[in-house]
């Protein structure tokens, strides 16, 4: 068959239609993109065969798959698994997004080293995540653990310890009427759950002016008091004193704090 018509598509002006005399005069064949035309050289008077075109149109699906990945990746860095599932979903045959990989790699469009790295930068930077959290996150997008071990260096012990300390502040500004053994549980647990590892969050607990919040320990026990007490106030004398000291306790108040409350409690109480 030869090629007897070389139209560029209406609405793609770089997609060109061609058309072939198989011996029944003129009829569409098949579409490629410039690239393709080019490369393979195809003009009008030109011969093919049934094994031309498929070559011709595998490449063709493999330049137009590896430019969807070029705009995918003009958003921002991905890795390599990220590339490889949006092209999955865009229905692109598996042979062919191995040859689109494999030329990515080539021209270090995907480097999964190289976005580990400037993953764990821009999460030190724009967030208060442990690397427990960072590296599990680099998990999901694919990458391998020993480069995830390796970008991670860059998060030093100094900078954990200061981006878990920035993340007890915010807590510590939270948590105002709530006991101090409360408070420093709820700040465990909020560094531990962003991934920080055990000893960070002892280091930052040190660290932390709780020893300050005497004067406001006080204040959240009297809100609590005021909670118990109306929770208990049916009770005869000597119960509701066991409950709310109970109550108070399970708040994580000191007994030394709870017996000066219900001193000063049952005082005004018995006024």
Sequence with gaps: MFIVKIEVQPKKKNRFNIYVDRGNGEIFAFSVGEDVLIKHGLRKGMELDELDIDAILHEDQIKAAFNKALTFLGYRMRSEKEVRDYLVSQGIDESVIERVMVELQLKNYVNDKEFAEAFVRTQ????????????????????????????????????????????????????????????????????????????????????????????????????????????????????????????????????????????????????
Aim: aromatic fraction near 8%; glycine fraction near 6%.
């Design 124 to 271: 030190m930077k724009t967030t208060l995540k442990g690397p427990g959290i960072i590296k599990a996150e680099l998990g999901q997008k694919g990458i391998e653990s020993d480069l995830i071990e390796a970008a991670l260096d860059l998060f030093t012990k100094e900078r954990q310890i200061e981006a878990a300390y920035k993340l007890a502040e915010k807590q510590l500004g939270k948590k105002a009427n709530i006991s101090m053994s409360q408070l420093k549980q709820k700040i465990e647990q909020a560094m531990f759950r962003k991934g920080f590892s055990s000893e960070v969050i002892q280091a930052v607990l040190e660290m932390l002016p709780l020893h300050e919040r005497h004067d406001q320990e006080w204040e959240a026990l009297l809100i609590q008091g005021e909670k118990g007490k109306k929770k208990y106030s049916h009770l005869d004398m000597y119960t509701y004193r066991q409950k709310l000291a109970q109550f108070l306790y399970r708040k994580g108040f000191s007994q030394e704090l709870i017996q000066q409350y219900l001193q000063k409690h049952l005082e005004k109480s018995e006024e």
